[in-house]
């Protein structure tokens, strides 16, 4: 720089130019690169020094310039711009493209130069542009006024310049002839990503981020469905920060839950890629020409707020350029060519395989420590974690909000109020009711909305406006304001149905919400699932749909607030009854043995339905329901809640003095009796007996009476007075002989023959047993338990024939585990232990004493009249084991599932295989071989009629027992 030039003072706009890829272009032109250089040289000196810059430095390919005029500075830019494009170059590729950089600051020259952060500011600045590309910083902006005719300042945004801790917002000089797309700026942020950063942790979904991952690399559009809460966003940011460097162009993130109107939607996505709006030209325009060509990737959350809008853009983006992908978030799809819809599961609520928490344990295990200080909870509310979990169904915005919760409260006490989950979950926060949009203004991104709305010609944003954006981000503070989001979508049909749904405590099938309804549903079930309000779950059979439990207590609310609570309870109830009618009968209609399996997958859709009758509903229906679960409930240990729904039904009866039939009452006292039974409480079981004697003959109903007069002994057996219970049941016995109704006293005639075991009348025992064995087998509901197997089982033990007892006892356990009656199935394993103490198999008989002990703990059931039987028994089986070996082995079966105990059983080899068996040997005076039983319980209908259908009392082990 000749020292004569002045050098201007104050506030200085600092200019420097470069050519972009200078070196690859010196070695791609070799020696023509000399000339091109000085060519580049002249026309810049003619350009930018000519409107009174000072150049201070040009070396290579760099020019540093100084101007007094920040307007004039920009002219000489763009002037130099234009000259240096339309300039006939040798050839296309020896074009240099030069990179400039603006930026004004206040600076004295000192000895001919600056020693000032301004000029390296400005070097920085032009640092960032590519070639042909003129960037200015806002200090320079303010200063260009006016503007050179037809140019523009686009707005880059905030961009962190190398060298420098703030942030500097930079523009882009837009004018014709000059290039406009460019990729951003090569600035000092570590990547290209404007990813939001979490504040928490990212826990589990390890397999879904490998899942979704394939998807994204596979397809150019996926969208991840699921309901409010979720997870979508958090997975899908997790997912995107995963694979920054393999997308050149960058990883951004646009939230349209903050768009307010679907003309914005495309200003939004425009505004987070640098773009500004161009006149005359529409800004959807502008955002597929800036996306052809590059590869990016692009995050769509929350775009059911905008759907029909997100599906345009989002189509145009993909059919403008080959190297977009998108990833979208929403509740429901959008329907395009080549999308594909990936639905997120709820976080797991299992234990892993290799007994790691689930993810959803982690994840409240992790929230529950931030909560509370940094200290984890105690290892004794594992159980109690489990249990909050498994309520909230593993919805990860709801063991956020219960992790809130236990700063105040203990993991137990915040399962036990999880009945009522939006009240407990939601306590302490405002539910955020959007107020209305007023009419004239949309909003947009947060950080934009004030230059969008300025290019949509609409008036700034008013407080009322800026509450909707609010409502939009704070649609995840309350499960109450999560699910409202998505309802307030439904049309009239889907909300109904919705609303309808909360009614069920589990799955459904579609025959079964076609009864609900009593139309057809497909179309309204269709829109649900779509939004991710019911989840479908495709099976062999047919799919079947669940609601998630906040969900469906939003929608239980809503039912409630629509006056519809009481029908579509009592419809609910009404298919809970035929439910119980259908498990009785097989395909044909037509009776079959009842099969207590059948009842477990209908177990909370009962509870449900008789919290209905006892709290709101007909009591009277309450105990229809409670009459099919008496079986259910004794062989799964849940004697005690039968009895509590019972006394919760009687309350209900004396709050509205429904009219019940004695017949009926009579049922549910004498059920009522036999649970007090299994509980252990004896007084109340003698007081329901009586009532039940009482009702029942007021009924007039012989084969009632029966069946409650043949509960009369149970009573006396519980207190110990057997001779009296004897007594009762001849007496009942004959009286219902005398009535024509005997097959109803079985109850009487087991007691009876236990009783006759008791006190070692075996032969009698034997034939009162054989000749009840017919009753048994029409029965459906009595043939599955086996009760006369059982017994002449414990007959053939009294009597020390193995070979009979082990044929009777595998029947009775086989057919027991297979119909589902587990509680008798413990009393079946302990005779088998019996059986294999007698034969040797002492360690076995150990097993199996301990597995039956353990299960029937589980249960809380009573020992009952063998009690004694088997102390007795255990106690001489330790005794010859020794206390070491016995205690070893009943450990081994108290580790035991009762379906592996019994598997145990059933393996257990029959006496005449035994090495030391003389029933098969050629001995002449051995007896002849007897009949090994079926092994099979269901024989082939082609070789045997079905016992379900056409039971053969004839057809069982033949044995010594029965032939006394």
Not at 447 to 462: F, K, N
């Amino acid at each position: 720089m000749s020292p004569r030039i002045q050098l201007p003072s104050g506030w200085v706009t600092f200019v420097f130019t470069d050519i972009e890829g200078s070196t690859r272009l010196a070695q791609l032109l070799g020696p023509d690169y000399r000339p091109v250089l000085a060519e580049h040289r002249r026309l810049l000196r003619h350009t930018l020094a000519s409107t009174g810059g000072a150049e201070l430095l040009t070396e290579g390919d760099s020019f540093f310039l100084a101007f007094e005029d920040a307007t004039a500075a920009m002219t000489a830019c763009l002037t130099a711009q234009r000259a240096l494009s339309s300039h006939d170059w040798p050839t296309s590729e020896a074009a240099p493209r030069v990179r400039m950089g603006l930026h004004t600051g206040y600076a004295e020259p000192r000895d001919g130069e600056y020693a000032s952060p301004e000029v390296h500011r400005a070097a920085r600045v032009a640092a960032a542009a590519h070639g042909g590309q003129v960037l200015c910083t806002a200090s320079t902006a303010r200063r260009a006024e006016p503007l050179p005719p037809g140019a523009a300042l686009l707005d880059l945004g905030l961009h962190r310049l190398r060298g420098f801790d703030d942030r500097e917002r930079l523009f882009q000089l837009v004018a014709p002839g000059l290039e406009r797309q460019f990729p951003r700026p090569r600035t000092a942020d570590a990547v290209a990503h404007n990813l939001p950063t979490q504040v928490t942790s990212f826990v589990g979904r390890q397999t879904e981020r490998i899942e979704l991952g394939i998807l994204v690399r596979q397809h150019r559009l996926v969208t991840v469905l699921g309901a409010g809460g979720a997870g979508k966003t958090r997975l899908a940011v997790e997912l995107a920060s995963g694979v920054v460097e393999a997308y050149p162009d960058g990883v951004w993130f646009v939230d349209i839950a903050s768009v307010t109107d679907p003309g914005l939607v495309a200003f939004a996505i425009a505004a987070v890629l640098g773009l500004r709006p161009e006149p005359g030209r529409p800004m959807l325009d502008t955002l597929v020409e800036y996306a052809a060509g590059r590869r990016m990737l692009v995050v769509l959350d929350t775009c059911d707020a905008q759907p029909a809008a997100c599906a345009e853009v989002i189509a145009r983006l993909l059919s403008g350029g080959g190297g977009v992908r998108v990833l979208a978030t929403s509740r429901e799809s959008f329907s395009l060519p080549g999308e594909v819809v990936w639905r997120i599961p709820p976080l797991s609520v299992d234990p892993r395989a290799d007994g790691a928490d689930s993810d959803a344990v982690a994840l409240l295990l992790d929230r529950t420590a931030a909560a509370r200080g940094g200290r984890q909870p105690d290892p004794a509310e594992s159980a109690d974690l489990r249990r909050v979990v498994q309520r909230l169904d593993g919805l990860p915005l709801a063991i956020e909000l219960a992790a809130a919760r236990l700063r105040v409260l203990s993991v137990g006490q915040l399962a036990e109020r999880l009945d009522d989950v939006l009240g407990t979950l939601d306590a302490g926060r405002e539910d955020p009711e959007p107020p209305p949009v007023e009419r004239g203004w949309s909003g947009n991104q947060q950080d934009t909305v004030d230059l969008v709305a300025a290019a949509a010609g609409a008036s700034p944003p008013t407080p009322a406006s800026r509450a909707v954006q609010r409502s939009a981000t704070e649609r995840h503070l309350t499960m109450q304001a999560t699910v409202t989001w998505s309802y307030r979508t439904l049309g009239p049909r889907a909300a109904r149905l919705l609303r309808w749904l909360a009614v069920f405590a589990g799955p459904v099938d579609l025959a079964t919400v076609e009864w609900l309804l009593g139309d057809d549903p497909l179309d309204p079930l269709s829109v649900l699932v779509d939004k991710s309000m019911v989840l479908a779950e495709p099976r062999a059979a047919g799919s079947t749909y669940r609601m998630l439990d906040p969900i469906r207590a939003y929608a239980a609310r809503r039912l409630v607030e629509a006056g519809e609570e009481q029908a579509a309870r009592d419809r609910h109830v009404a298919w809970s009854a035929h439910a119980l009618d259908q498990a009785h009968l097989g395909q044909d209609g037509r009776p079959v043995t009842l099969s207590l399996y059948a009842l477990d997958p209908l177990a909370g859709e009962l509870r449900s339905a008789l919290r209905w009758c006892a709290t709101g509903g007909s009591a009277r229906a309450g105990l229809g329901l409670a009459g099919g679960l008496d079986q259910w409930w004794l062989e799964r240990g849940l004697a005690r809640e039968g009895r509590l729904w019972l006394f919760r039904l009687y309350g209900r009866i004396a709050e509205t003095g429904e009219r019940i039939p004695e017949a009926e009452l009579a049922a549910a006292y004498h059920m009522h009796s036999l649970h007090a039974s299994a509980d252990g409480e004896f007084a109340e079981e003698l007081r329901y007996s009586q009532r039940a004697e009482a009702a029942a003959r007021q009924a007039g109903d012989a084969g009632l009476l029966a069946r409650v007069l043949a509960g009369r002994a149970a009573p006396l057996v519980d207190m110990g007075q057997f001779d009296e219970a004897e007594r009762v049941c001849r007496e009942v016995i004959d009286w219902a002989q005398g009535q024509d109704v005997v097959g109803e006293v079985l109850f009487a005639v087991f007691s009876l023959a236990e009783l006759l075991w008791r006190r070692g009348a075996l032969e009698e025992a034997a034939e009162l047993l054989g000749a009840v064995r017919p009753l048994e087998a029409v029965r459906p509901v009595e043939r599955g338990r086996r009760s006369v197997d059982m017994l002449l089982g414990m007959v053939a033990l009294a009597r020390g024939d193995v070979i009979a007892a082990h044929e009777h006892l595998l029947v009775a356990l086989r057919s027991r585990m297979g119909h589902g009656y587990h509680g008798r199935a413990c009393d079946t394993l302990n005779a088998v232990a019996v059986r294999c103490a007698i034969g040797g198999e002492r360690l076995t008989a150990a097993r199996l004493f301990g597995a039956a002990q353990a299960t029937r703990a589980s249960m809380r059931a009573t020992p009952g009249i063998y009690g004694g039987y088997w102390a007795e028994q255990q106690s001489e089986l330790r005794a010859v084991l020794g206390d070491a070996a016995f205690d070893h082995a009943y450990g081994e079966g108290a580790g035991l599932q009762l379906d592996e105990a019994a598997a145990l059983a059933l393996d257990v080899e029959h006496p005449d295989l035994a090495a030391d068996s003389t029933r098969f040997s050629t001995g002449l005076s051995q007896p002849a071989p007897r009949r090994p039983v079926d092994p099979d319980p269901d024989p082939d209908p082609d070789r045997h009629p079905d016992p379900d259908r056409h039971p053969d009392p004839d057809r069982h082990p033949a044995t010594r027992t029965e032939r006394a």
